[in-house]
Structures are given as structure tokens and as C-alpha cells.
T-cell receptor, first 112, second 118 residues
Framework: QKEVEQDPGPLSVPEGAIVSLNCTYSNSAFQYFMWYRQYSRKGPELLMYTYSSGNKEDGRFTAQVDKSSKYISLFIRDSQPSDSATYLCAMSWTYNNNDMRFGAGTRLTVKP | KAGVTQTPRYLIKTRGQQVTLSCSPISGHRSVSWYQQTPGQGLQFLFEYFSETQRNKGNFPGRFSGRQFSNSRSEMNVSTLELGDSALYLC?????????????????FGPGTRLTVL
């Protein structure tokens, strides 16, 4: 069993829909949770960072962490075609280095 | 401001050969991390360098090595290539060492080097 599980999709939604992306994990030591967005033929870019449990909002994006359930989510409101990309969750137990564990990535397509 | 650059962008090698990949971080960034991305295993951490010192290494065999120069540029080397080494190798830089995203230490990725081993 992988430490981080993420449904690879693909996920296709109409423009304006609310998108829900999720990851589960098995390592209870994880404290730092990130979401990355990766466009085709590009490197990932950090979207959201959350420490421990709770919610964090940034524009149309909301990240949620439920450590009791070992479950994290990323919500995208009013989705746009430009949101079409692969979304990767990542997590770490330490802030001392970049040794993160990544999910497989969910490929999202937002249709106009 | 120029982003992270990686050279070459594409590379084809045969089994048993060795390869060196190069990464130039964003100007002023002193931390460089390397990752391997494959369809099967996803994105995996290789190693992290800061001030020419390897700070941490992921769970990869000793055939994978790297170094960082005084100008923060970094190289990674894979010796005795295997078919399973075919992957996109990503380099990322940040201002300081430590987890990207913490305390504003945003990490920027390069476009990657796609290595194909035949």
C-alpha cells in the first residue's frame, strides 16, 4: 500500500462546476500538506500549503485537512478551462527538507 | 526574472551508460531539490542540496548521485542506466533549505529533463 493514495482520474467537469480532489494517506506523522498543479510539459507549481488540520482558502481554491481521517481535499470553485491540469497532493512529516510524499496526481479537464 | 532551467530537455541513452543532468536555479536561490516522475511511481524525491551540501536523500540506489556548485547550480548523475530509469527528472529551487511552502519558502520547478533508456 502506498503512503499516499490519489485517484488518477481522469476527471472531466463543465466550466463553472465545483471540483473536489482528494487524497488519503497512511502515515500519521504527516503534518504538512501541499497541493501542486502541473500543466502538460511543465513542472509542478505549488498551489496550497496547509499545516496540520483545518481549512485554508486562496481565491477559488480551498484546501482541507482532516488528520483524524487521514484525508485531504482541494476544492476549486467556479472552475475554468485554464484549471485543466494534473493536481498532485504532497505531504511531509518535517519542515527541515523537501522529502515529500506525492500522490499519483488527478488529471482534470474543465470543458467550456 | 529567469526561471529554473534544466538541460538537456530530452535525452536518449542505452542501458549501462551513464548520464549527467544539469539544473540552474533561479538567481539567489540556494536550495536545489531533484525529483523523478514516472507514470507508475509518480513524483519521488531524489535529493536536496543547500550550500553545496546534500541535506537529504530519497530512497534511491547509489547509482543516483548529485552535487551542487558554489553558484548553486546542480547536477545529478545516474550511472549504469537501467530501463526503469526512464523518467522525467525535475529540478526545483527555493531561497532557503527546508520544506517548500513553509514560511514563504516557495519552491519553483523547472520543466524537467525527459530521459529515455533503451
Amino acid at each position: 500500500q502506498k503512503e499516499v493514495e490519489q485517484d488518477p482520474g481522469p476527471l472531466s467537469v463543465p466550466e463553472g462546476a465545483i471540483v473536489s480532489l482528494n487524497c488519503t494517506y497512511s502515515n500519521s506523522a504527516f503534518q504538512y500538506f501541499m497541493w501542486y498543479r502541473q500543466y502538460s510539459r511543465k513542472g509542478p507549481e505549488l498551489l496550497m500549503y496547509t499545516y496540520s488540520s483545518g481549512n485554508k482558502e486562496d481565491g477559488r481554491f480551498t484546501a482541507q485537512v482532516d488528520k483524524s481521517s487521514k484525508y485531504i481535499s482541494l476544492f476549486i470553485r467556479d472552475s475554468q478551462p485554464s484549471d485543466s491540469a494534473t493536481y498532485l497532493c504532497a505531504m511531509s512529516w518535517t519542515y527541515n527538507n523537501n522529502d515529500m510524499r506525492f500522490g499519483a496526481g488527478t488529471r482534470l479537464t474543465v470543458k467550456p | 526574472k529567469a526561471g529554473v532551467t534544466q538541460t538537456p530537455r530530452y535525452l536518449i541513452k542505452t542501458r549501462g551508460q551513464q548520464v549527467t543532468l544539469s539544473c540552474s536555479p533561479i538567481s539567489g536561490h540556494r536550495s536545489v531539490s531533484w525529483y523523478q516522475q514516472t507514470p507508475g511511481q509518480g513524483l519521488q524525491f531524489l535529493f536536496e542540496y543547500f550550500s553545496e551540501t546534500q541535506r537529504n536523500k530519497g530512497n534511491f540506489p547509489g547509482r543516483f548521485s548529485g552535487r551542487q556548485f558554489s553558484n548553486s547550480r546542480s547536477e545529478m548523475n545516474v550511472s549504469t542506466l537501467e530501463l526503469g530509469d526512464s523518467a522525467l527528472y525535475l529540478c526545483a529551487s527555493s531561497l532557503a533549505e527546508g520544506l517548500a511552502g513553509v514560511k514563504g519558502n516557495e519552491q519553483f520547478f523547472g520543466p524537467g529533463t525527459r530521459l529515455t533508456v533503451l
